[in-house]
């Protein structure tokens, strides 16, 4: 009974973790936002926020999988005593709930993002596709110049 209540106590620990990394997460989804609406794209900061949010979510999956081991260990005893660890179940689920809705607002604004950063790649795409568009012309233009594409006969006034 004691090393359950061990076991609940660190359920409830890990998601206090779970709550942190999430509202972390978050918030670098919201900075992401602010990046796709700056007038210039800063790829840099872009490529930071990305690898924090990896580091991110790779700890939250390993949380859910120690989470999902310890509970294992000790459904049956809890499920077993409900009104022993009534308390702790009480402030576990209302945990799980608060990730629940973190989980719900970084997806919403990741839907937002996702969006966002098609419109900024895109204008990036156009700003290329006329560099290279321009570049084409320029080089078409040298390679007639070279190639002595003008026909020197024209130049000259055929009137004697």
């Not at 989804?29 to 790779?58: H, S």
């Not at 809890?78 to 660890?85: A, G, T």
């Not at 990036?124 to 070279?146: E, L, W």
């Amino acid at each position: 009974m004691e090393q359950t209540t061990l076991y609940v106590s660190i359920l409830h620990q890990s998601l206090e973790r779970k709550k942190e990394y999430l509202n972390k997460l978050l918030q670098l989804t919201k900075k992401q936002a602010e990046i796709a609406g700056e007038k210039d794209f800063n790829e840099d900061a872009f490529e930071d926020v990305i690898n924090e949010k990896d580091i991110l979510i790779n700890n939250i999956n390993e949380i859910d999988k120690g989470f999902t081991s310890v509970y294992d260990r000790v459904r049956t005893e809890v499920l077993d005593n409900q009104d022993v660890y009534k308390k702790e179940l009480l402030a576990i689920q209302e945990l799980i709930r608060e990730c629940v809705d973190f989980g719900m607002e970084i997806e919403a604004t990741e839907k937002r993002n996702k969006a966002l950063f098609e419109q900024v790649f895109a204008r990036g795409f156009k700003g290329i596709k006329q560099v290279k568009q321009s570049k084409q012309v320029a080089n078409r233009y040298y390679q007639s110049m070279s190639n002595g594409a003008v026909n020197d006969s024209i130049l000259y006034d055929r009137k004697k």
